[in-house]
């Protein structure tokens, strides 16, 4: 079974805005917090927020206080007048392309224009809309309607933001045919056009589509009305609770969209019950390879199997003898503290990865006792090599274990700014890449020498580089989860786009270093052939940026995939070029 998630699907930039914007208000602006409406249409978006003490405002009181956010969908002009006299501190979260329609409307209808809006007339964004065009506003839904209305002398057409745009050329025709001299505005929103343009070649490639989104949401409806006009079964779900795997499973391929106010969460959601239940229903070698691929990523023996392949190959690129005991502790050293984190993670994992989520959470002692037993026994290793190793790797663990804590109590909060190590911007993606070009850099170097030489810097770049860049990529993928349980991790900070050009750039800089050191001389020749994992993972984040992206357990997969690479390649250099000596 095939599954493909469409390019554009999820949340477009203004409902993105809109919810980044409400999130962080409780940080900038005066309590309570609420919103004009509902800030989007998505129940569980909006749920998320009254949980978080965010409520909606229906009607406007005589006297207000804290501050009030406008709706994406933005609002008549009168009401926003009317929130600031009743003293909210008013803040516009409306979507800029809807701004750019209301200064349309407003603008002309202070020229003595009438403003004809091809929309839904109960949409928020319509109703916003007409308060800019005064007494001479009118919505239309159908051609029959723009038949019926009076032959204005100046006029011009607007589309509400998430219409569909194949009706919308045949308003422009109509208005051609009709009323050469009016004024007409393609006010679609581009991401609106390319989402509704997708799902129809999206049809011709699958045999099903699954729509996700709110059933209140205008855009996720036209997305659903446009597959059954292509042709194929359509199914509308907010969550994965509403999937019908029966109706679903003969379908040898499906496709995924998703409405702009739909985050990220959901369509994962929506995206793993499909894999996990069709493909596990299913008989034959891909079903047990999509098994053993979810076992070995849930339980992070695979993310630890790869820690052990990287410390490999940087020993033989040290060329350090006996090096099996550090591949052991660096192999247990990451996955006990992945489960642990895991452990202590819940709240993210509800929005980054639900699957692991609730298999964490029904595993939960059974995987506690494996953490403690492979932390323990990578301890008493580390103790039987000597004290510097037994030091590093209990520190070490130390810091891994306190990560997800509390350090800093309730009394001392206010002279403090943060109270956890992970409350620090952008501590996750440093501090897990440090750790492991320790466990398996550093550390196996210790058994030679405690003076750090050339060697010993490039195998620790390469492998913190390598781990920086895997932890940098993943948490680009979770930016919405982090946002909401405020962890700042670097993409939150620097931006999506930035973030996998700084990934980038790394990547590349690593390949180069390996390759103009093993040149040198420097390094020995299986320096040449590490510079491979780099570039590799390099291809794989730029297919991703360009649109060609794995299904989610493919790419977690494939990018793990990179450290037994790196183990593959230093095993098959020291079986050509010898054991290292």
């Known amino acids: 079974m095939k599954i493909v998630i469409a390019k554009t699907a999820g949340f477009c930039m203004g409902v993105r805005r809109a919810v980044e914007m409400v999130l962080d208000a409780p940080r900038r602006y005066q309590e309570p917090i609420s919103t004009f409406g509902p800030l989007i249409h998505n129940p569980q978006v909006l749920n998320l927020l009254r949980d978080k003490g965010i409520d909606i405002l ?47 409307i407003r603008k002309h209808a202070a020229k003595g224009y009438a403003s004809i809006i091809i929309g839904d007339k109960d949409h928020p964004e319509v109703i916003g809309l007409l308060g800019y065009a005064g007494d001479t506003g009118y919505v239309v839904d159908s051609l029959a309607g723009l038949d019926a209305l009076p032959d204005f002398d100046k006029a011009i057409i607007v589309a509400q933001t998430t219409q569909n745009t194949s009706f919308f050329r045949a308003v422009k025709a109509w208005a051609e045919k009709n009323h050469p001299t009016y004024k007409v505005f393609d006010t679609i929103c581009d991401s609106t056009s390319k989402r509704q343009a997708e799902v129809t070649q999206l049809a011709t490639a699958v045999d099903a589509i699954v729509v996700v989104g709110g059933r209140a949401s205008g855009n996720t409806m036209r997305l659903v009305e446009i597959a059954h006009q292509a042709g194929k079964p359509a199914f509308h779900v907010e969550t994965e609770a509403d999937l019908d795997f029966q109706a679903l499973s003969t379908a040898q391929s499906i496709g995924i969209t998703a409405g702009a106010s739909t985050p990220n969460w959901i369509i994962k959601q929506v995206h793993q019950a499909l894999e996990r239940n069709l493909m596990t229903q299913r008989r034959g070698w891909r079903s047990l390879w999509f098994s053993l691929q979810r076992v070995l990523l849930l339980t992070n023996f695979y993310v630890a199997l790869g820690a052990g392949c990287l410390c490999f190959a940087a020993a033989a690129l040290q060329e350090i003898p006996r090096y099996t005991p ?13 489960i642990l984190n895991y452990l ?21 002692r059974l995987l506690t006792i494996i953490a403690f037993i492979t932390g323990g026994t990578g301890l008493i290793t580390a103790a039987l090599l000597g004290k510097v190793p037994f030091i590093v790797l209990l520190t070490m663990s130390l810091m891994g274990l306190s990560y997800n804590m509390i350090i800093i109590p309730e009394q001392l909060a206010s002279r403090f700014q943060y109270r956890r190590i992970r409350d620090i911007p952008g501590s996750k993606t440093f501090l897990i890449a440090m750790a492991w070009g320790l466990v398996t ?60 050009a700084l990934v980038k750039t790394i990547l590349l800089g690593i390949g180069i270093l390996l390759v103009l050191a093993g040149l040198s001389g420097m390094i020995p020749s299986l320096g040449f052939v590490l510079a491979v994992c780099p570039l590799a993972l390099f291809g794989v984040l730029t297919l991703h940026e360009r649109g060609y992206s ?10 793990e995939s990179h450290f037994l690479l790196a183990g593959l390649l230093a095993g098959l250099w020291t079986a050509l070029c010898g054991p290292v000596s």
């Open 58 to 104: 229906d009607d406007i009181p005589k006297n207000g206080r804290g501050t009030v956010l406008i709706r994406a969908h933005g609002v008549p002009p009168e009401t926003r007048e009317a929130l600031s006299r009743a003293g909210f501190t008013v803040i516009d979260a409306t979507c800029p392309r809807v701004i750019k329609v209301q200064s349309i």
């Open 441 to 500: 850099a550093i550390l196996p170097s210790l058994s030679t020498t405690i003076h750090p030489d050339f060697p010993m810097i490039a195998a620790f770049i390469w492998t913190a580089g390598m781990v920086f860049a895997r932890t940098a990529f993943f948490d680009s993928l979770d930016i919405q989860g982090n946002r909401i349980i405020g962890q700042e991790t670097l993409p939150i900070i620097l931006g999506e786009k930035r973030t996998l």
């Open 326 to 338: 550090y591949v052991l502790i660096a192999t247990l050293y990451v996955l006990s503290m992945h």
């Open 550 to 559: 794995l299904p989610l357990l493919r790419l977690e997969f494939t990018v």
């Open 344 to 364: 202590t993670a819940k709240k993210s994992d509800k929005y980054n990865d639900p699957d692991r989520a609730a298999f964490y959470q029904k595993h939960k």
